[in-house]
């Protein structure tokens, strides 16, 4: 039996240049798709705000409790944090002397983690959806509100329910 690429290089190598520039375009469409939306939940193409500081949450009894301390990065009115617990990841602000606004991190976009804080605004490193301090969309792509969670700040600990 003889060889095909022998026997009918030119076909074959037509077939082949098809076939690559078939895949070459399909990845191009693919890719442009992908730009198109912002990238996969874990690129950061969207908003850029400085990083929110991190503080552990103890989870307890259904409930997520910080102490807040002079050294804590919600010891002023105005600050804000993301929390990190084994329940899940907050967003929490001081809005007041004793008030907190505890939110859901989870963008309601594509489920990407709310990880920036510029302005009192929340800003999602993804696709850069923005949200108020009470989780209200001030700029898509997101169109819903994050979750806010009802929060009790008393002798120097935050917590709120999950």
């Not at 709310?114 to 009192?120: E, K, M, P, T």
Request: hydrophobic letters at 35%; glycine letters at 12%.
């Amino acid at each position: 039996m003889k060889d095909l690429d022998n026997r009918l290089p030119l076909e074959l190598t037509r077939r082949r240049f098809c076939a690559h520039a078939c895949q070459a375009a399909s990845l191009v469409a693919f890719g442009s798709l992908v730009a198109g939306c912002g990238g996969s939940p874990t690129s950061p193409s969207g908003g850029s705000a400085p990083a929110l500081p991190s503080v552990d949450g103890i989870v307890s009894g259904g409930r997520v409790s910080i102490t807040v301390d002079a050294s804590s990065p919600l010891n002023n009115v105005g600050s804000a944090a993301i929390i990190r617990a084994s329940s899940g990841s907050y967003l929490a602000s001081r809005t007041g002397q004793d008030t907190f606004a505890v939110l859901t991190a989870i963008c309601t976009h594509e489920g990407c983690t709310i990880d920036g804080f510029q302005s009192s605004t929340y800003v999602c490193p993804c696709h850069g959806s923005q949200f108020n301090v009470n989780g209200g969309v001030t700029k898509g792509p997101a169109s819903q509100s994050l979750t806010q969670f009802a929060s009790t700040f008393s002798n120097g600990a935050l917590s709120f329910a999950t």
